[in-house]
């Protein structure tokens, strides 16, 4: 059987997009600069590196993550099942990945750039592109809603996933709209928290009842 590959064109332009934005980054920089790498939940940036490993990290970051969903093709249990999935969320990461790269470097340009709504809005952004794949996936280790009722019950396992996908689709739109008009961090972190957590906890006592149901 032929080996799912990883990188379709959604996966090849989210990664051009990152590359561009860092070689942007390397020919706009100073060499000597210092940029920011990690943040607080106040948003300051409490990490810096300097500028030519600090261009590396979110490219490190996908780089490892690509490997090993490319593992996870071509040795995993049900490798084939889980490629969908895998390629849309490497796809998806990447576009994170780009994100974070280019706010970096507009902070260190002296952009007044809040980093925590920005992160907040690509996560969001994130959801409803993994939120719209699941309902399409199938029974896999690797990717989608893999509870001890879902994996057993295929029929379980598209009803869950369904519904999952759509509460995620959901948050994320609740996400991305809260870092563009919700200035106070706590409601930030509470509807991000509400947002990734919930369809999750949702998912879960679904596919366990439906499972005690013994019927979808």
Known sequence: MKTPRLLNLSALASLAL?????IVGYAILPADAQMPVHWGPDGAADFHMARNWALLVPVAVILFIGVAFQIVLQRG????????????????LAL??????????????????????????????????LGNILPKSQPNAF????????????ANWQATNRLSGILMMVGGFAMALAALLI???????????????????AGILFSYRLSRQGRV
């Open 18 to 22: 990152l590359a561009a934005i860092t």
């Open 77 to 92: 249990l049900h490798g084939e099942r889980a490629a969908p999935s895998l390629r849309t969320a490497f796809a998806g």
């Open 96 to 129: 994170l990945m780009a994100a974070l790269q280019a706010g970096a470097i507009a902070i260190t340009l002296g952009f007044a750039l809040d980093m925590v709504r920005l992160v907040v809005f690509a996560l969001g952004v994130l959801l409803i592109v």
């Open 143 to 154: 990717a989608g809603m893999r509870l001890p009722w879902t994996l057993d019950d295929p």
């Open 183 to 201: 200035g106070d961090r706590a409601w930030l972190f509470a509807i991000t928290a509400l947002g990734i957590v919930g369809p999750l906890l």
